[in-house]
């Protein structure tokens, strides 16, 4: 997006969002890679698969596209750039169901990561998953999308310079072919964050039965994996929630991608689908079913691109920012995808019909890093916590 623009010499500052020419050309990248690599019979031949992507085209989003970089700084191997262009990326990930460890790698480790201190377990965990030769999953324990210390079930135990770690995660997204596991366990003096290599012993992943195919989740035993620190008591937390928030943001991007191509297939079905010798798209019904549809799209990708570039640049509160794009976007893709079944009448019931494929993902997606009701109560909160008359936030949500 286009930088601020200093409009006086008090550097009162008005924000202009408009993608750059930059940005343009890597969306029509991505869209592209996606054309080729995840169309639909793609999707669902790799949803049936173990691991469920394949793992030559993730290595071409890291090593040839450089996508999984954008957002890390060049002095640690990345493609620089930041959370807005990530977006874009993941934004065009969504329309096309790609089926890969975005949400655990891209949206949580990678920034969780770059925020952690420069260590060389850092280093040699972080370089690898921007190349796309490995692949991550973060155990982050987190209530309504904050990072919940007192909900950590691990525990890390050192002996000497050795440490390990043993519990259970329950339910890990990405977790079943991830390369490397975050995670965040009690230690001698807090909680602190560690990287587990997933393949070590010590390591039992258990795939979980889900409603959404093409992100799957599995249950994780630790017993004495062999552990690398990555960031102590005092850095954790402060890490934990930074990824949270680019989590929330880029999930939110994500949501847009998939209400974008569900409101798109729903646009092309009304204009085709005759009934009565006339288009289904011109009846008054489907015709306001469709501009609620787009109403919601457009204020679910204003919504995301202003957490981004919030995080980005700082100009507004992140959390807040973040929540708010949290609770627009789950709920618009969860009712644009609801609607687009209705649009497509018998058909978008069918096994055979692509709609329940995005109607599972925007449901699961509405489940992780918080509901959309819980982020709207922490705007309230964190709003209540502000002076009246400093800070005002409106968040409207559309269709009651």
Same mark, same amino acid.
């Given at each position: ?10 550097? #009162? ?36 698969? #173990? ?209 974008? %191509? ?36 457009? %204020? ?86 502000? %002076? #009246? ?12």
């Amino acid at each position: 997006m286009a930088d601020n623009t200093v409009t006086d010499e008090t550097s #009162t500052a008005s924000a202009e969002f408009a993608f750059t020419p930059e940005q343009q050309e890597l969306r029509a990248a991505v869209r592209r890679f996606c054309a080729e690599h995840s169309d639909e019979a793609t999707v669902r031949r790799l949803m049936k698969s #173990t691991p469920a992507f394949d793992q030559k085209v993730w290595l071409r989003l890291g090593s040839e596209l450089g996508v999984l970089g954008l957002g890390v700084p060049e002095a640690l191997d990345g493609s620089g750039g930041g959370i807005v262009d990530a977006a874009i990326v993941v934004e065009e990930l969504g329309a096309a169901l790609f089926c890969g460890p975005v949400f655990g790698t891209l949206a949580l480790s990678i920034p969780a990561l770059v925020a952690s201190p420069d260590t060389p377990a850092r280093t040699e965990t972080l370089g690898p998953l921007v190349a796309g030769v490995r692949t991550a999953a973060f155990a982050i324990p987190d209530r309504g999308g904050r990072f919940a210390a007192d909900a950590v079930t691990l525990r890390a135990n050192a002996s000497g310079d050795t440490w390990t770690v043993s519990g259970t995660v329950e339910r890990l997204v990405d977790a079943g072919a991830a390369d490397d596991l975050l995670v965040v366990a009690n230690g001698p003096g807090g909680v602190a964050l560690f990287v587990v290599d997933a393949t070590g012993s010590g390591v039992e992943r258990i795939a979980l039965s889900t409603m959404d195919s093409t992100r799957p989740q599995a249950a994780v035993q630790l017993v004495d994996a062999a552990a690398r620190p990555l960031a102590g008591p005092a850095e954790t937390p402060w890490i934990c929630e930074r990824a949270l928030r680019v989590g929330a943001v880029l999930l939110a991007a994500e949501q847009v991608g998939g209400g974008r %191509h569900l409101l798109d297939l729903s646009v092309s079905y009304a204009r085709e689908r005759l009934q009565f010798g006339r288009p289904i798209g011109s009846f008054q019904a489907v015709k306001h079913r469709l501009a609620d549809m787009l109403v919601d799209q457009e %204020h679910a990708r204003s919504a995301a691109y202003h957490g981004a570039w919030a995080l980005q640049d700082g100009t507004d509160d992140p959390a807040v920012a973040a929540s708010i794009a949290q609770a627009i976007c789950s709920a618009a893709y969860t009712r644009i995808a609801a609607d687009t079944i209705q649009v497509h009448g018998g058909i978008g019931f069918t096994w055979e019909h692509q709609a329940h494929l995005y109607f599972k993902r925007a449901f699961t997606d509405a489940a992780l890093l918080g509901s959309a009701e819980e982020h709207r109560d922490r705007i309230a909160e964190l709003v209540l916590d502000t %002076h #009246t008359g400093d800070y005002e936030v409106v968040v409207a949500t559309g269709r009651s």
